[in-house]
């Protein structure tokens, strides 16, 4: 499909749609795998200092994510039960969880538990009515059922950003004096 977009067009931002947002989401773990898999571990293990992630970190923060973060909280929205509160996630889960794995089994880890998680969300064909219920964010307060699940796609487009980002510095110095052509070196 051809698109071409006016120049004033270029900024707009999109509504969430769910088979949009899919989408994208049934794109990222063999996006992280056609990025990473087999790679030197300097590529994998690099960050950008104290509490930051390592393109290993990302995949393993992204796995846990798929376990206690997205669907648990989608399921107590659309449960609407007494208790609307998601329960506090854990941003670091993935340095416990991912210790004593390789790469290789982080990325089949994801790749199963993201294709599972999809399977749901299609199985669920959501209305809008459901995509407007509430639940509680123990930081945010109230958030729907909606901005959740776009905050799942716009979650994995950074996260894919962060690691290009990670990687792209580990040449800071040997680019040379076209650093300063690539913006992605000094962010």
Do not use: C
Not at 6 to 34: K, Q, Y
Not at 75 to 87: K, S, V
């Amino acid at each position: 499909m051809a698109l071409a977009l006016a120049p004033e067009e270029t900024g707009t931002t999109m509504s969430f749609d769910v088979n949009h947002g899919i989408a994208v989401l049934e794109r990222t773990p063999a996006t992280f795998r056609a990025l990473l898999a087999d790679l030197p571990d300097e590529w994998i293990v690099s960050n950008e200092g104290p509490d930051t992630f390592s393109p290993f970190d990302n995949v393993g923060h992204l796995t846990h994510g798929e376990r206690a973060d997205w669907m648990p909280r989608a399921r107590i929205i659309l449960a609407q039960g007494a208790n609307r509160t998601f329960e506090p996630y854990d941003r670091f889960a993935q340095v416990r969880e991912s210790a004593g794995k390789s790469l290789a089994q982080l990325l089949d880890e994801f790749a199963t538990l993201r294709a599972q998680n999809l399977v749901t969300l299609r199985d669920w064909n959501l209305t809008d009515g459901q995509l407007a219920l509430v639940g509680e964010h123990p930081a945010l307060g109230a958030v729907t059922l909606r901005q959740l699940l776009a905050t799942w796609v716009a979650h994995d487009l950074g996260h894919l950003a962060q690691t290009s980002r990670v990687m792209a510095k580990q040449y800071r110095e040997a680019v040379g004096p076209w650093r300063g052509y690539l913006p992605v070196m000094d962010r």
